[in-house]
């Protein structure tokens, strides 16, 4: 039987091989991570509460975490994939089938997002047995090529690329001779053909964001031709594409980040699943994301409602390890007011979990009932007066700032006059009862 195995490193230091053996995909942990856990952390979903405990869960090849079956890999690592067009054209290049995520992977290895890599090895016999044990006598080691030059891989599903901002020019990453990345990088988040007018929008709605005290990335609109880069997306006549700078990248430093479809263990395809409080609660459990990072879900949350976002799933937030070991919660991306278009309403997930909710789902109406605040704040700990203060003060900032903003913005006025309907018509441009006595301090 043939296996094909992945050495897996983060931040440069070798942390287990990922291997594919037949119908199974399973991450083993190097015997030096089981014998000293390191300070640096690969997610917080593989954290344990002590040394003992974390070697003991380095330990556990069995462990669900760690395995995949039927041509999928374990749900960390399958969130690491392109997904959409980029993977498309990602097994183009590879020569491989979009379903053959093992060897995308390997294809993506050498540009993952945040600070793994995946790369090929071969590996003695005496590995091998150890690495895969079960039904040993007929193993093969199995080449895997290197990863591709142009192997980049981002997830989500809208058309982009992976470039070097070098003055004004855009261009397929290029290594200087000493190795080093040359430019700042930037995901170019490119316009489709037949949906006019979507980098604005976004550019848009992440001003509107941090208009009303949302943490957001950096982010700016370019005109199409400085991009000096082969690809095969059929562009629309459009002007401009949306220059997302990359905050897991600082020059040649690779700052570690995850998704929080990797933090609760979800396969990419069940990133519409959970809710928002389970968020929140892993936010909870450490303090360097904590109260802090809830109130900034909340935030993000009034924001979308109020920008009509049905797209805030859980790879749309996620965690930055600028040292290492300490997770902090990522600038928002990936905010569209979809409310300039017609159809479009409600959110990714909903607010509470079933076990949070106590009854029946209630209906998408309106997201931020006192009830569903309250039991938002119940599950996960966080001070009722806080949320509702935070909710209060987001509303506020966008009352007072976005009017602004939307009349100068460059969109379809029919568009804008969409936006300003709804913002007129909801409950959180109008303050009062419980909102106003929030905004008071009560
Ligand atoms: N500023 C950034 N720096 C680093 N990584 C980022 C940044 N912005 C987004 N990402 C990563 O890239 C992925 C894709 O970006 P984004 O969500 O904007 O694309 P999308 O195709 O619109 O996604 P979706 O499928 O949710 O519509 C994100 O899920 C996140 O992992
Ligand atoms: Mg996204």
Not at 118 to 125: F, I, K
Request: charged fraction near 20%.
């Amino acid at each position: 039987m043939q296996v094909k195995i992945l050495d897996i490193a983060l931040g440069g230091r070798l942390w287990g091989k990922l291997f594919q053996y037949g119908d199974l995909c399973r991450f083993v942990a190097e015997p030096a991570l089981v014998a000293q856990p390191p300070a640096q952390v690969l997610s917080l979903s593989m954290l344990a509460q002590d040394q003992a405990a974390q070697s003991a869960l380095w330990a556990d090849v069995r462990n669900p975490l760690f395995n995949a079956q039927g041509g999928r890999l374990p749900a960390w690592f399958q969130n690491l994939l392109p997904e959409g067009v980029l993977r498309s054209h990602i097994a183009q290049l590879r020569g491989c089938a979009e379903d053959d995520h093992f060897e995308l992977l390997a294809a993506c290895g050498g540009d993952l997002p945040g600070a793994v890599s995946a790369r090929p090895v071969e590996v003695e016999r005496a590995t091998l047995q150890r690495l895969v044990t079960q039904d040993q006598d007929a193993l093969e080691m199995s080449v895997v090529a290197d990863p591709l030059p142009q192997g980049i891989s981002v997830s989500g599903v809208q058309p982009k690329l992976g470039l070097a901002r070098q003055g004004a020019r855009y261009t397929a990453r290029t290594r200087t001779r000493s190795g080093t990345q040359a430019g700042q990088r930037v995901i170019a988040k490119l316009p489709v053909v037949g949906r006019p007018h979507m980098p604005q929008l976004e550019m848009f709605s992440l001003q509107l964001a941090a208009a009303a005290g949302v943490t957001v990335c950096a982010a700016e609109l370019a005109p199409l031709d400085a991009i000096d880069a082969q690809h095969s997306y059929a562009l629309p006549d459009e002007p401009a594409f949306l220059a997302v700078t990359r905050f897991d990248r600082a020059g040649a430093r690779r700052i570690h980040f995850e998704d929080f479809a990797q933090i609760l263990s979800r396969d990419p395809q069940h990133k519409y699943g959970g809710s928002y409080t389970a968020m929140a609660l892993a936010m909870r459990a450490f303090d360097s994301l904590g109260e802090a990072a809830q109130v900034e879900l909340l935030r993000r949350l009034v924001v979308n409602e109020l920008l009509g976002n049905p797209d805030a799933h859980l790879k749309n937030f996620g965690v930055l390890y600028p040292n290492g070991r300490t997770p902090q919660l990522a600038p928002a991306y990936d905010i569209v007011a979809y409310a300039a278009m017609q159809g479009v309403d409600g959110h990714a997930l909903p607010l509470l979990s079933p076990e949070a909710r106590r009854g029946p789902a209630p209906a998408r109406t309106r997201f931020f009932t006192p009830t569903a605040v309250r039991a938002f704040c119940w599950a996960t700990g966080l001070h009722e007066p806080l949320a509702r203060r935070a909710i209060a003060d987001t509303a506020r900032r966008a009352r007072e700032h976005w009017p602004a903003l939307l009349d100068a913005a460059p969109l379809p006025t029919v568009w804008k006059e969409r936006l300003q309907a709804r913002w007129t018509a909801h409950a959180l441009w109008r303050p009062r009862g419980r909102d106003r006595a929030a905004a008071a301090g009560e």
